[in-house]
């Protein structure tokens, strides 16, 4: 089992920009606004041969004002840090030690675990006067680096190398499990209880919750086991209508969630049942959609739905008018508070997942075709009537297919509408994306006139 470290220290003073450099790639967002950073988030991190997790986490400055979102913050780290062998407190050269410096010094003392203290922004030879007073904070004497340019990575290797296990090694089915893994990302708007719901799922409070809007910033993954199958979920922030977008963190969050759509298997739309299917959740959707990804409409709070019969008719109707390239789109009644209707959820999400990797061998298909055409055949353009010649599925992830036509430029939506229709109904592609390539197929006689 490889050794974890954590990164502390008040807002500011490039803890997200080391978590970066250690995991390679640009995980945690990055802004000059302090307090970025709410909930924490891992991942596999490197320097040069030493390989390690890696936790950014969030403010400890304010831990006494019970309640408040600073003190639920602090929770948060406090749990994070209960996790790790080191952690390294960064604190920032240039503006010399601060009360809460000293705050957060005197919280992460209590853990007992090694602390290496880290003085960030040390760029050029020259080093600030101000890291002198880090000394007081009884860590012995900084680390001097710079996150942003990679100065001082060797020192922290060396140091860093002391604290490996030593029966750590690599190991080969780790990379098996990735390629196993599958990757849910919870969408939606902002309190629409996204937090909630995978905390229910994972059974503890890891992800910050509460009353305030927009408490989730980043992009969160979080490694989970369901049913013996590894599972990557992402709690992501929540996604307002585009125009009142305004702050810069909050279109870098809105960016991070559609990069989550992007990369994920399946997507948990969550919605408040209370005022279901706005413009907005809408555009999420048909985004899901439109990037081929499988899609499960959590339909939350259903627990305050008064007349729950009709409120079910009227979503189901909805999605079937507004969303109809994914007929059959699953609709799960939950209470992400209560945990309620948690296993329909999962179950309704395997069997997208499985609908999404569906494979119809070729033969099938074209047996399937020649039925379709005989019962409906396609409609007589310029005289002439439409022929499909033969169809195959090129991928899955979403299921595609290519079909030939003589004629493919004249082969109506509306029979393309038929065609996904009869396939979702045979082959129990419920739900998930259609995708097709209309190819034209090649005149046999075309060859015999070039030749005469």
Known sequence: MTFTIAIAGRPNVGKSTLFNRLVGKQMAIVNDQPGVTRDWREGDGHLFDLKFRVIDTAGLEDVRAKGSLSARTAQQTKKALEQTQVILMIVDARAGVTSEDTVIARELRKTGLPIVL?????????????????V????????????????????????????????????????DEEEK????????????GKSTLINQLIGEDRMLTGPEPGLTRDAIPIAWEYRGRPVRLVDTAGMRRRVRVTETLERISVQESLRAIRLAHVVILVLDATQ??????????????EEGRALVVALNKWDLVKDKKLVAKQIREKAEAS??????????????????????????????????????????????LEDMEANHPPPITANRRLKLRYMTQVKSRPPTFSLWVNKPVDLPESYQRFLTH????????EGVPIRWQLKKSENPYEYKKKTR
């Open 118 to 134: 880290i003085a960030n922004k040390c760029e050029g030879s020259v080093l600030p006067a101000s890291m002198e007073e880090t």
């Open 323 to 368: 969303l109809a390239q994914v007929s059959g789109l699953p609709l799960v009644q939950i209470c992400a508070l209560e945990g309620t209707g948690l296993k329909d959820l999962m179950r309704e999400t395997m069997r997208m997942y499985e609908n999404w990797n569906t494979r119809v061998s070729t033969g099938k298909l074209n047996r399937w």
């Open 422 to 429: 009869g396939l979702r109904e045979t082959f129990k592609l």
């Open 276 to 289: 279901p299917f706005d413009k907005q959740e809408l555009v999420i959707a048909h985004h899901v959609i």
């Open 181 to 192: 893994r599958l990757i849910l990302a919870v969408v939606g708007r902002p309190n629409a």
């Open 136 to 175: 007081s904070l009884g860590f012995g004497d900084p680390l001097p680096i710079s996150a942003s340019h990679g100065d001082g990575l060797m020192d922290l290797y060396e140091i860093l190398s002391k604290y490996v296990p030593e029966e750590d090694a690599p190991k080969e089915e780790a990379e």
